[in-house]
């Protein structure tokens, strides 16, 4: 039996982009986003549009109870080349695409010392989009669900860190659980995506169960967190 093995798992990472280099705003404005986050220990890529002193950000981001994996290439680069920390390429460029329409769920928060306005807080959104998701273009909720009610060509993407129902061809790539949901679930009317992933447990296209190829699919995680496609009768 060899001594090493290859499995294939992909580590969902948030990507932490600062425009300062003013690391007391920088900790201000991060314990303020991470404040009704469960946060702890995530692993995070450090990106920056402006120069700054790299091991002194790695050191804040630990003390704020995150992981740091390495950098985007880019400003930082040179200085986690002399510290050999990983530095990942450049996103290749995908359109950012705003839903057709979201329905919003709103839970109350019980708190005394809260005024009227502030005794509410969005809980879950759910994204529609109508139209083709064409090629180099990205939807991504990061609260809830997406339904496209409509195909998506080869080269697109879709992110929820809920479920994602395709009412059409799913050719892009469709990552649901997206922040770690194992429950989050993937329904579409054709299965042909070029990756299917769910809370980071991930398949390529050359691994999609033949039976279910470009057929209606339903797509889980069994209790071993192993990829599960069904076959929906439509």
Do not use: W
């Not at 003013?22 to 201000?28: L, M």
């Not at 950000?57 to 986690?80: F, H, K, R, T, Y």
């Not at 409509?150 to 697109?156: D, E």
């Not at 054709?190 to 209606?216: F, M, Q, R």
């Amino acid at each position: 039996m060899a001594d090493i093995r290859i499995t294939g798992r992909m580590v969902n990472f948030s990507r932490l982009t600062f425009d300062t280099n003013d690391h007391d705003v920088i900790r201000k404005q991060l314990v303020q986003m991470l404040a009704d986050t469960a946060s702890h220990g995530a692993p995070v890529i450090l990106d920056s549009t402006v120069k700054q002193e790299l091991i002194a950000l790695i050191q804040l981001i630990i003390s704020l109870d995150l992981q740091p994996m390495g950098v985007i290439d880019g400003i930082l680069s040179d200085q986690a080349r002399s510290i050999q920390f990983p530095i990942l390429p450049a996103d290749r460029p995908l359109q950012r695409i705003k839903p057709t329409t979201e329905q919003i769920v709103e839970e109350p928060i019980e708190d005394d010392q809260l005024t009227p306005a502030k005794k509410s807080r969005i809980n879950h959104i759910t994204s529609y989009h109508n139209d083709m998701l064409r090629t180099g273009q990205c939807l991504i909720q990061d609260n809830g669900d997406v339904i496209l009610n409509a195909s998506m060509n080869s080269g697109s993407e879709v992110i929820s860190s809920g479920n994602i129902y395709i009412y059409g061809a799913a050719q892009g790539r469709v990552i649901a659980g997206a922040s770690g949901d194992t429950t989050a679930r993937v329904f579409c009317h054709a299965l042909n995506a070029e990756l299917i992933s769910i809370a980071g447990t991930y398949c390529v296209s050359e691994d999609i169960p033949s039976h279910i190829y470009k057929k209606p699919a339903h797509i889980y995680l069994n209790e071993q967190q192993e990829l599960v496609f069904e076959a929906l009768e439509i």
